[in-house]
């Protein structure tokens, strides 16, 4: 089992009319992550609103800010129970058994847009052998011809100016990533979290986006930028694209400041909490989804 630590802090200057907000900041809760304990503090007298999303679990918090300061302070701490597969018994799951929510991760969306890159993605994997280790090909495609450089894009960076431009943050090479996925027919979703196990060198710490891809009935984790230790990555949102899982979603006249993020991982080997580390396992913090034909047979028995 791995615990974090999580903390969050978001700063803003509101406008004299006061500003709406949306935040997708509170850790989800999975079939294989836990909230054992979280705190929210703010320094306005507003009560927040903190509602689930049945269909994906994200946790969204809505508010009414007023004139002024606002400052947000998140605290949580996350266990997590990794499901681990052996990659060479993960299957492609062919389009006519995807389960009706895993369909919507197939198509072309703002950011990934899948149905540009179909040749490309057909010429560089169409002959791969099937499963995990084609995934495993795109991501490394991907490492290997996109440069981690900070401020190279901003929120109007699409999969395709990555691929030309061959510079991006996390968020760059995730949606590039999924693009690819879904032009080779293989559901993949945009992934929040922050980014335990990343250089410093690479700035302080900070959110961070990374994918999921479907095999085998199951969501499992990959980190095109390879810039954090995908065990000790917590899940705030998944969605099509970084459009759905913003941190932080303003209406009003708003100055927002950088966030301050710290992660950390508790060692405690007697109760068999152990520190993240890089895996050579599929990792996956999702409980599954039964195919539509095993959901009929679990319906008649």
Not at 11 to 39: K, L
Not at 150 to 165: F, M, P, Q, W, Y
Request: glycine content about 8%; some cysteine.
């Amino acid at each position: 089992m791995i615990r974090i630590q999580l903390e969050v802090e978001l700063s803003y200057d509101i406008g004299e009319q006061g500003a709406d907000f949306v935040f997708n900041i509170h850790a989800a809760h999975t079939h294989c992550q836990t909230v054992s304990s979280e705190r929210l503090v703010l320094n306005q007298p507003v009560t927040p609103q903190v509602q689930t999303d049945p269909a994906t679990g994200n946790r969204y918090m809505r508010l009414k800010g007023e004139p002024g300061k606002l400052n947000i302070s998140y605290a949580a701490t996350v266990e997590l129970l990794h499901h681990r597969s052996e990659p060479d018994e993960l299957f492609e799951v062919p389009i006519h058994s995807l389960p009706l929510g895993v369909l919507g991760y197939i198509y072309p969306s703002r950011y990934c847009q899948s149905d540009r890159l179909l040749r490309l993605a057909m010429n560089e994997f169409g002959q791969l052998p099937q499963g995990y280790a084609r995934v495993l090909a795109i991501q490394e495609w991907v490492r290997r011809r996109v440069s981690f450089t900070s401020n190279t894009s901003n929120g109007n960076t699409s999969a395709v100016d990555t691929l030309i431009e061959q510079v991006g943050v996390c968020r760059d090479f995730a949606h590039l990533m999924i693009a690819l996925c879904r032009a080779v027919n293989l559901p993949a979703r945009f992934t929040t979290g922050t980014d335990y196990g990343a250089d410093l060198a690479l700035g302080p710490p900070d959110f961070h986006a990374y994918v999921e891809v479907f095999l085998g009935h199951r969501w499992y984790i990959f980190d095109p930028s390879g810039t954090a230790v995908p065990m000790g990555l917590v899940r705030f949102g998944t969605g099509r694209d970084a459009a759905d899982v913003a941190f932080a979603t303003m209406f009003g006249s708003v100055v927002s400041y950088a966030p301050v993020i710290r992660t950390v991982a508790v060692e405690d080997p007697a109760a068999g909490v152990s520190l993240p580390h890089h895996s050579l396992q599929a990792l996956s913090t999702d409980s599954g989804v039964p195919s539509d034909a095993r959901l009929l047979e679990l319906r008649r028995a």
